[in-house]
């Protein structure tokens, strides 16, 4: 009898505790999507974590770029997971040929300017970057200062055309850009 009630209640429990490691909204870093569809119908879509400004341990604020994300370093651009990016059309991503597919979005920011870098590999956790062996392109990206600060990390694809749209990464006092169209 006691094994009858003891067995569920361990089996509940271990449930309960599964299904709160998964729930990934309640991360300090929580889950983010972004996504746009084209006149026929296909999509982008960009799943991300987005990160605070305000350390989640401490809550005290931090410096964003250049400090928490180094200038010079791969940035896994967002938290957690690996950054990914899914295409049902063919793009130009600016210069670059970015067939139909699943991608891994990492940046490299820069005083000087930023850099996107589109990887062929996919589903890794979001550090380490897995090397320039494994990139389809690496891209120049517009980059500006904002007016007002913007927390927490948000990517957005904002639809400029038929067939167009630009990718935004903004946070803190930052936003970098690159257009997109459908090919």
Known sequence: MRNKILVPAILLILGVTLYAQQDKSKRPSPPG???VAFADGKKITIDYSRPKTNDPKSGQPRKIFGSLVPY?????????EATSFVTEADLMVGSAHVPAGHY???T????SGWKLIIS???GQWGTPYPGEADDLAR???KVQKLTSPVDPFTISLDKTG???A???MSWENTQASVDITEH
């Open 33 to 35: 999507q972004a996504s």
């Open 72 to 80: 010079g370093e791969v940035w896994r651009t967002g938290a957690n």
């Open 104 to 106: 891994t979005l990492y």
């Open 108 to 111: 490299l920011p820069q005083e």
């Open 120 to 122: 062929k590999k996919t």
């Open 139 to 141: 891209l120049d990206m």
């Open 162 to 164: 038929d067939k167009a």
């Open 166 to 168: 630009v990718l935004k």
